[in-house]
């Protein structure tokens, strides 16, 4: 992937950390999921009273595109800080691994953790999510 890419998605990312709806725990959480044409849906977490409908920006992002018929992925940059302030790497959790698992493949899709445009980290899927379980399980 090309450093301007990757600079892009990181600022795309942390241009929705301040649309982050968080309440309860201040944490505040930006994606940008890029798509294989080329195009770049946007998230951030969304918190709730009841807790568990929370969710998170990764999924936010990842349901934005499928809604509107997007299904192939070739990356996402998270970014997540208190207070919307990074500080360190934020990495996805175990439920929006097995969402880009359903979508992504594990071997090529990147997942990029960012603090800022010069601090960044690039993993796969599969690092992430070894011997994920897949749509190519069940065929
Ligand atoms: N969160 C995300 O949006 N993405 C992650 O990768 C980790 C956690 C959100 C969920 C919740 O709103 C807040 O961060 C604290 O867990």
């Known amino acids: 992937m090309e450093k301007k890419q990757i600079q892009v998605l990181i600022e795309t990312a942390l241009a929705q950390l301040p649309f982050a709806y968080t309440p309860y725990s201040g944490f505040k959480v ?9 195009s770049i849906y946007t998230g951030c977490n969304i918190e709730n009273a009841a807790y568990t409908p929370t969710n998170c920006a990764e999924r936010t992002a990842f349901f934005k595109a499928v809604s ?6 070739q990356a996402i940059c998270i970014v997540g800080g208190k207070d919307g ?30 603090i800022d445009p ?3 980290k690039i993993y796969t899927l599969k690092e992430l999510l070894p011997m994920g379980f897949g749509p190519l399980n069940l065929s």
Request: charged content about 25%; some cysteine; overall charge negative.
């Open 30 to 38: 930006g994606a940008a999921l890029l798509t294989k044409d080329g």
């Open 85 to 114: 302030v990074p500080a360190e790497y934020t990495a996805p959790c175990g439920v929006c691994r097995q969402v880009m698992m359903e979508f992504c493949d594990p071997d090529t899709f990147q997942i990029i953790l960012a």
């Open 118 to 120: 010069d601090r960044y």
């Open 68 to 73: 509107e018929g997007i299904r192939e992925f």
